[in-house]
């Protein structure tokens, strides 16, 4: 069985991160995200191919995943020569199949049992399998309308307030049957959500709702990919590097240089190669990514740094995402849910 993977997306609601860094491949800690979705794919014994539906900085990705070996499966890559949307890259990517085929978000965090969904799918040999997930705002999801039976009644796509009838929502995962891909025109721009499941929909097709209640997330907003990160560190959701993680859940790489003066607070996360000074206090709830440098008397929570950034002395971070190589200056406070981009300099005493 293949599963196709939606990671073509542009990540614009993750911008400035997502300008250099493809929101597929945005870190997790220290792992690309991509990583935590393959991990889930891979449990499911049937599963033998992943493919990469992408067309935004595609080669960065194949760079980093390659054919697959290292993560005991197969990945192959289908980049779009333009962006397609979420069905037009589907029919693209999955032309040729024949058997049933899962399709996933590739912004997506959730620790569903796909095995139970392909079940489910065989058992009510379903043309369609979505998953669904309750949460308490629809309106920035595609809302499901399902029957007693758990079929799918109505979808609509980013409803307005006054169309919430429900809090369930599409988490972006299904199993399609491929005979059902002639309805995507070829070579266009088409939306999975608004023309195609209203279409199977339209013409009675067997469409199956699969309700998630467990954890789910989409990482596609600031807010929630330091929710995820979060989550991880707190438990709510199992999964590397904290995964059964107890205690002062304080992870330092060993090339981590922490001055004895300075303090660490849990749950926190210090890459390779990472430097904290004397009075400087880390936590609770920071990552520090690697080589980054967090200057005497600096506070650093709530917040996520990439790769080689520094923190001047005195100065503070707090709810907050600092992009690769940036300066913050010494006394400077970011705060509030600002986002830095890579590279971004903050002068000496800067409020943002
Ligand atoms: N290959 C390809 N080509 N992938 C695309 C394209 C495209 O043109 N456009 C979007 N994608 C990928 C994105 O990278 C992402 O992984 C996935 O498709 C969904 O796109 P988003 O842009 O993240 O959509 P959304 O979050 O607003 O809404 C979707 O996900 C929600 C759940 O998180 C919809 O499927 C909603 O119905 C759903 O509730
Ligand atoms: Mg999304």
Same mark, same amino acid.
């Given at each position: 069985?293949?599963?196709?993977?939606?990671?073509?997306?542009?990540?614009?609601?993750?911008?400035?991160l997502?300008?250099?860094?493809?929101?597929?491949i945005v870190p997790i800690f220290d792992r690309p995200f991509?990583d935590y979705?393959?991990?889930?794919?891979?449990?499911?014994?049937?599963?033998?191919?992943?493919?990469?539906?992408?067309?935004?900085?595609?080669?960065?990705?194949?760079?980093?995943?390659?054919?697959?070996?290292?993560?005991?499966?197969?990945?192959?890559?289908?980049?779009?020569?333009?962006?397609?949307?979420?069905?037009?890259?589907?029919?693209?990517?999955?032309?040729?199949?024949?058997?049933?085929? %899962?399709?996933?978000?590739?912004?997506?965090l @959730? $620790?569903?049992? &796909?095995?139970?969904?392909?079940? !489910?799918?065989?058992? *009510? #040999?379903?043309?369609?399998?979505? %998953?669904?997930?309750?949460?308490?705002?629809? @309106? $920035?999801?595609? &809302?499901?309308?399902?029957?007693? !039976?758990?079929?799918? *009644? #109505?979808?609509?796509?980013?409803?307005?307030?006054?169309?919430?009838?429900?809090?369930?929502?599409?988490?972006?995962?299904?199993?399609?049957?491929?005979?059902?891909?002639? #309805?995507?025109?070829?070579?266009?721009?088409?939306?999975?959500?608004?023309?195609?499941?209203?279409?199977?929909?339209?013409?009675?097709?067997?469409?199956?709702?699969?309700?998630?209640?467990?954890?789910?997330?989409?990482i596609?907003?600031p807010?929630?990919y330091l929710q995820v990160h979060r989550d991880i560190m707190d438990g709510r959701f199992e999964a590397a590097p904290f995964k059964g993680l107890t205690g002062d859940r304080i992870l330092a790489a060993s090339t981590a240089r922490v001055d004895?003066?300075a303090r660490l607070e849990g749950p926190c996360f210090l890459d390779e190669g990472v430097t904290v000074k004397?009075?400087a206090h880390v936590g609770p709830h920071a990552i520090v990514g690697r080589q980054g440098r967090i200057?005497?008397?600096a506070r650093v929570s709530a917040s996520i740094l990439w790769p080689n950034a520094r923190v001047?002395?005195?100065?503070?971070v707090q709810d907050a995402i600092v992009g690769r190589?940036c300066?913050?200056?010494?006394?400077?406070?970011?705060?509030?849910?600002?986002?830095?981009?890579?590279?971004?300099?903050?002068?000496?005493?800067?409020?943002?």
């Amino acid at each position: 069985m293949k599963a196709i993977l939606l990671a073509g997306g542009r990540g614009t609601r993750l911008r400035p991160l997502t300008l250099h860094t493809p929101k597929p491949i945005v870190p997790i800690f220290d792992r690309p995200f991509l990583d935590y979705q393959i991990e889930l794919l891979r449990r499911v014994p049937e599963i033998d191919e992943v493919i990469l539906s992408l067309n935004y900085q595609p080669r960065r990705i194949e760079e980093m995943f390659g054919d697959g070996a290292g993560r005991g499966l197969s990945i192959r890559y289908v980049v779009e020569p333009v962006p397609l949307g979420t069905g037009g890259a589907v029919k693209y990517a999955g032309d040729r199949l024949t058997d049933s085929v %899962v399709v996933f978000n590739g912004d997506v965090l @959730t $620790a569903i049992d &796909l095995d139970a969904v392909i079940r !489910l799918h065989r058992e *009510r #040999r379903a043309t369609a399998t979505i %998953v669904l997930t309750p949460v308490p705002d629809p @309106t $920035a999801y595609g &809302l499901v309308e399902t029957d007693d !039976l758990a079929n799918v *009644r #109505r979808f609509i796509e980013k409803p307005d307030p006054s169309e919430i009838t429900t809090n369930l929502i599409n988490a972006g995962i299904y199993v399609l049957e491929p005979e059902t891909f002639d #309805r995507i025109p070829r070579d266009v721009s088409w939306s999975i959500e608004r023309s195609y499941f209203p279409s199977l929909v339209e013409d009675g097709s067997t469409f199956v709702a699969y309700v998630y209640d467990g954890y789910w997330i989409d990482i596609g907003t600031p807010e929630k990919y330091l929710q995820v990160h979060r989550d991880i560190m707190d438990g709510r959701f199992e999964a590397a590097p904290f995964k059964g993680l107890t205690g002062d859940r304080i992870l330092a790489a060993s090339t981590a240089r922490v001055d004895p003066a300075a303090r660490l607070e849990g749950p926190c996360f210090l890459d390779e190669g990472v430097t904290v000074k004397a009075g400087a206090h880390v936590g609770p709830h920071a990552i520090v990514g690697r080589q980054g440098r967090i200057d005497e008397g600096a506070r650093v929570s709530a917040s996520i740094l990439w790769p080689n950034a520094r923190v001047g002395a005195e100065a503070t971070v707090q709810d907050a995402i600092v992009g690769r190589s940036c300066h913050v200056g010494r006394s400077a406070i970011v705060t509030g849910g600002a986002v830095l981009g890579d590279r971004s300099t903050l002068t000496d005493f800067s409020r943002l």
